[in-house]
Structure formats: structure tokens, C-alpha cells
């Protein structure tokens, strides 16, 4: 059987969640300015450069890609690769975990892991190991590895970046590799983030609020680094919990236009069907 591909002109369906209301760029921020806050008064306007409406402006940025290439590293996990949050979310990663390197595929509401030796040895040959997750509490499909794709989707991380009662700052231009970028830094909770994803179900939203949390309730900077066409181009989320555990997240973003950017199903005769794992679908 032909393997699935999601190409980046090619991607249907439903999975992105609703849009939230952003407006487009306007001109450039000035780089003489000292860093600045501002508190949201309401829908930002087209030429409003305040910081959140800058960040509102990522978000809409950010919705129009729908995909980029990832590097990241989200405490003792990191891994790069394609992924698509919208229309459909597909992720496809080569990922070094606390359990040593593995091979991620994730399609909508279907995953694939191995792609190795070990994999093979162990299943007749074959090299992925194909699963499922259990539904929702409404007996929705639930995408695999639900945790980690929203711990990587930018349009979540703006979402909580613009949301009432978070106020942005403008730090100053930076260097990040040759290109010059705008630094904004937001103060916010895991609880805070997580509530600001309404397109999420609530286990959708508990999941992450879990991930951004490891050992309790967790206060987080965001600090967001984005490029020229007010994308988002770096984040970093830090903080500390009450059970003592640190949130040290770094994602890179990069590949906007891709137009080959893909996240491809392994051919079928390489695949055995694991079935549904009991393992949750949040967990990173």
C-alpha cells in the first residue's frame, strides 16, 4: 500500500482548532526603544507595534505557516524535525529521549515509532511498530503524543503569550545567527497557558498544563524571539514548581516556506499494527 504523505500543499481536514482573533504586521519596531510594557486594552489594531500587538500579529503569523522544522529540547527530550499544526497536525522526529534515540511519526490521529535495527529484530523484520490511543472521554480519536505536539505548536505558545491579563515586554533586538530579531518576554503559570488553548478539549488542555509542569504548579517566563515577518523563530520557557521540579523548554523554529517539508507514514509491508496502547496519549 502506498505510504500517506502530508505535504505542505497538500494537508486537509480539520485539527487546527479555532482561529483567535490577530491582526497582520505593521512596520518595523523602532530599535532605539528601551523595553516596554503594555496591558491589552482590547483587539489590537493593524498598526498597533505595542508588544502585544506584535504578539498578536506572531500569532496570525503563525497560523498562516501551519508548519515549520523543529529543533528542541523539552527537559531530558529533544529531537528535530517537520511539524504541522494546521489543518491537521503530522509530526515526524528523530528524537533522544532518557530511554536513548528513537524515530517518531505522528499523522493526525496515528503513530509510528522504530525505524531501527532493535525494532526490526524484535518484530519479524519489520522496522515501525504502528498504535493508537484511546479516545477522549467523548469518544473523540485523540492524536498520539498529544503532550509533546502541544509543548511545540507556536500558535499555542503565542496563544498564551496574548491571553487577558498577561502583559508583554519588549526587550530589544538581538542576533540569533545572521538575521536580527525582536526579544519579548511574558510572565504567566502552566495553568494560565494551558487555559488559554479553548480549541484543546479539557483532557487536551490538562495534558499540557502536565508536560509544562513536571512535579507541580509551575510559574513560567516565556521568552519569544521572533524574525522580520513577526514569526516565531525561537522560544524558551523556564520556571520553577512547588514540588521543586524546573520547566527548561527550548524550541527553534525555522523552514516556514518549506514547500517539502513532509510527515510520511512508513511504506505498510515495514509495519506491524501494535494496536491501542494503554500508555496516555499527553505524555510527552
Known sequence: MAAVALLAVGLTGCGGGEDRAAVPSGSPSATSAPATVATPTGPAKP???????????AELAMQTARRAKVSYRLGADAGAGPLFWAPKTALQVKRSTAGGPEQLIVVDTVAYQGGDAATAARQ?????????????????KEVP????????????????????????????????????????????????YAAAQAQLTQARRDGLRAALAPGGSHSLTLDLWLNDKDQLVKLQR????DGGGRADDLVLYSDFAGALLSAQAPAEPDT?????????????
Open 47 to 57: 498598526t498597533d507595534r505595542s508588544p502585544h500587538g506584535v504578539l498578536l500579529s
Open 124 to 140: 519479524g523484520g519489520r522496522h515501525w511498530e504502528r498504535f493508537t490511543v484511546p479516545p477522549d472521554p467523548d469518544g473523540r
Open 145 to 192: 503524543y498529544a503532550g509533546l505536539i502541544d509543548s511545540l505548536n507556536p500558535v499555542e505558545a503565542l496563544a498564551a503569550a496574548t491571553a487577558d491579563g498577561v502583559v508583554p515586554a519588549f526587550l530589544g533586538e538581538e542576533k540569533l545567527e545572521d538575521s536580527t530579531v525582536e526579544h519579548y518576554r511574558v510572565t504567566t503559570t502552566a495553568e494560565k
Open 272 to 284: 506491524v499494527d501494535t494496536g491501542v496502547r494503554t500508555v496516555s496519549p499527553l505524555a510527552r
Open 238 to 241: 523556564t520556571g520553577s514548581g
